[in-house]
């Protein structure tokens, strides 16, 4: 038998189980009573149970995870700001700039506004000249 996906084999046991005990709980089919194919669907659905669980403790990890991670960035920026207000290392030192930060003497001052390109001038001209030749003719 070809192989199907877990979404629907479980669909198949738990159909099977319902209906079977429904309908027909003391036939037998396949020379197997519901009790016998209970049994061997239940390793399948106790793995389903053990995926599930794991499945739990994984996102209650990652919550544990998420909260412990904002006490340490906490943490972090308070070490950093020790650190910056260190009269021996401060905000030009070397373990300032080792964690990633840029040392004061290396920031540079406001924002520079360049001035256009030269180059952009002539072009500019020779477009108005052409207008010009184009509204005179």
Excluded: C
Excluded at 13 to 41: D, H, K, P, Q
Excluded at 79 to 88: E, L, S
């Amino acid at each position: 038998m070809k192989k199907v996906s877990p979404k629907v084999a479980l669909e198949r046991i738990t159909t099977l189980l319902r209906v079977w005990g429904t309908l027909r709980a003391n036939r037998s089919f396949y020379g197997m009573t519901l009790e016998e194919f209970a049994l061997r669907a239940k390793p399948s659905l106790d793995a389903r149970a053990e995926l599930d669980a794991i499945d739990e403790r994984r996102s209650a990890t990652a919550v544990r995870r998420d909260v412990s991670d904002v006490d340490a960035m906490d943490v972090i920026q308070r070490i950093v700001n020790a650190i910056k207000a260190d009269a021996d290392e401060g905000e030009d030192g070397e373990v300032y700039a080792a964690l990633g930060y840029v040392r004061k003497a290396h920031r540079t001052n406001g924002r520079r506004r360049l001035s256009p390109p030269a180059a952009a001038e002539p072009a500019a001209e020779k477009a108005k000249e052409g207008e010009s030749k184009k509204d005179a003719a």
